[in-house]
């Protein structure tokens, strides 16, 4: 990942009292800790740039962790696909790539030392048990029956629950600590639970896994994490996360939380996006409409667009949702100054220049990049039958349509000034060719007359077209929060049927036959394109719309005010 400015922030704040106080001998040390049960998300992409970001100003370490504590949710191919993508973000954690399970041995080392202070215990009771004993936030919750077992028999019984004797869910071993403690989470939480299931790294090794709670802080401190950065959800887990460490008397990493991104139109919790992936809503975790990393990869985000926004978003401490157009405008600004222009027909309409000399052809210069004057221009083949945008003619226009229409002269890009002379329509009255002239006095689009004209419209050779596949994903959801749902219904009821339309005719110029798979270009007036790594072929490009040209939600939501 490229240095960029930092940017101030609370955390930094914390950061720079922590070294002026001399704390961890003014070392910094940040970590980013994944679970592989899903595929990473634009949330994650805020989290890994905060935490590298911090660690490369600060000169200091950053550890990628995968926290595979659960067996039965997760899978190798998720930790290969976060492994892609944090390196795809620009993120180098050097020989730092560690595993929850890495540390399964130490932790249940550090649960034995417990249980001889005093300070845990092994419990019968089921989950459901467990819970009704908690009590409520008005109540306190009820000792277990088991809690006053002896030492001997509590390390007797987790040592058996280790060897696989006991079957699962009939014995968890919980922290002794207050089961009227104000806060839910210090009454008496379960550390330890037993699962027989296979472990993608340890295999069968391990019956018993350690909660969340339980593994979070004696990773930071068996990696010797400075600054464990959290999102707001664990603030509450904080008490419990430093009660462990001080009763263990070990490293002690600081815990600091700040608010996750929400992003409008779309939806960022694990399950309900891999509930869309298994129901088939969407065609795969790397799908362009999906928020994932892979998702935005596929659809043609870069990876510099995604640090700019997180950089642009900032951190804060309270959760707010961020719109869709913010991340939008950041591949738009980046693409603009980079992406080759090109000219491409996506719904075609025929026109035949019936004073064009039939059988000729000819090459007009085109500019790759206004905004690039190092980029030069490319010859594009123009000859008596082409292609413009069904959109871009009107038999009875309206006032302020500055297009084609009968009679009416328009500039083609970069050629010439052409009048619509006639209509033809097929048996349903339906437009399917125009029959037009031109002016050969104005090759290059200027007329040596001074005339203006209003419009200027993009079109492409018939005879010298490439036929290619053009997919337009939009929002996934139409609402900008999908969780209000109305009463009875979920999230999925908002997923916008318009997502994704693909259109089989288009017609490209032909210098992007050779397109290379994962190529990005400003299709002219109508948007930002790429190549698509995965559908793509030789000689015929498959390309995925990045964004829009402008933000069209924008202005449809407002028209709905």
């Known amino acids: 990942m490229a240095e ?20 961890n001998d003014g070392r910094v040390h940040t970590r980013f800790p994944s679970e592989p049960n899903g595929y990473l998300h ?93 009590g409520t936030i008005t109540e306190p919750g009820k000792e277990s029956p088991f809690r006053e077992r002896s030492l001997e028999e509590n390390l007797d019984l987790f040592e058996r629950m280790k060897e696989g004797e006991f079957p699962d869910g009939s014995k968890t071993l919980r922290a002794k600590i207050d089961m009227s403690h104000p806060d839910l989470l210090m009454r008496d939480p379960v550390m330890y639970r037993i699962l027989h299931a296979e472990h993608h790294r340890t295999g069968g090794e391990w019956c018993i896994y350690p909660m969340y709670d339980w593994a979070h802080g004696l990773e930071d401190s068996i990696e010797k994490i400075t600054h464990s950065i959290c999102t707001l959800e664990f603030e509450t887990h904080r008490q419990l996360y430093d009660w462990f460490l001080d009763e263990l008397e070990i490293f002690h990493s600081r815990q600091i939380e700040f608010a996750r991104l929400n992003l409008s139109h779309t939806v960022l919790s694990k399950r309900k ?58 591949i738009r600004e980046e693409l603009n100054k980079k992406a080759m222009r090109v000219m491409a027909v996506l719904r075609p309409l025929k026109v035949v220049i019936t004073n064009y000399p039939e059988g000729e052809e000819e090459e007009l210069d085109a500019v790759n990049n206004p905004e690039d004057p190092d980029a030069g221009v490319r010859k594009v083949p123009f000859s008596r039958e082409l292609y413009i945008e069904k959109d871009d003619f009107q038999e009875e226009p309206h006032k302020k349509f500055f297009r084609l229409a009968p009679g009416k002269e328009v500039r083609l890009r970069y050629a010439y000034f052409v009048t619509c002379e006639e209509v033809i329509k097929n048996e349903k009255s339906e437009v399917v060719e125009l029959r037009c002239t031109y002016d050969p006095e104005t090759r290059g689009g200027d007329s040596p007359d001074g005339r203006k004209v209003m419009g200027t419209i993009h079109w492409v050779s018939a005879k010298h077209a490439l036929g290619a596949e053009v997919r337009l994903y939009d929002h996934l959801f139409t609402k900008r929060d999908p969780n209000e749902a109305e009463e009875g219904k979920d999230h999925k009821e908002n997923l916008n049927p318009n997502s994704l339309e693909i259109l089989t005719d288009c017609k490209l110029e032909p210098s992007l036959k050779n397109a290379e798979a994962g190529s990005r270009f400003q299709f002219e007036r109508l948007g930002y394109f790429f190549a698509d790594p995965v559908d793509s072929s030789e000689g015929k490009p498959v390309f995925n719309r990045t964004a829009t040209l402008r933000d069209t939600w924008a202005k449809i939501e407002m028209k709905g005010k």
């Open 42 to 134: 634009i949330g994650h992409a805020k989290s890994i740039c905060l935490n590298y970001g911090i660690a490369r100003d600060y000169n200091g370490k950053f550890n990628l962790r995968f926290d595979d504590t659960n067996p039965r949710a997760e899978e190798q191919e998720y930790v290969d696909s976060i492994i892609e993508d944090v390196k795809w973000l620009g993120v180098d954690w050097q020989d730092r790539l560690f595993y929850a399970s890495d540390h399964f041995a130490q932790m249940y080392e550090y649960a034995v030392q417990l249980i001889k202070k005093g300070k845990a215990y092994v419990c019968d009771q089921t989950l459901d048990g467990v819970r009704e004993y908690r």
């Open 273 to 330: 996006l891999l509930e869309l992936v298994e129901e088939g809503y969407v065609a795969g975790w790397d799908d362009p409409r999906m928020p994932t990393i892979s998702g935005f990869r596929r659809r043609g985000y870069t990876p510099e667009s995604i640090r700019s926004f997180c950089k642009k978003i900032g951190v804060a401490k309270m959760n707010s949702i961020v719109d869709m157009v913010v991340l939008e405008n950041s």
């Open 4 to 23: 960029e400015k930092a940017t101030k922030n609370f955390i930094r704040d914390i950061i720079n009292r922590d070294r002026k106080d001399g704390k």
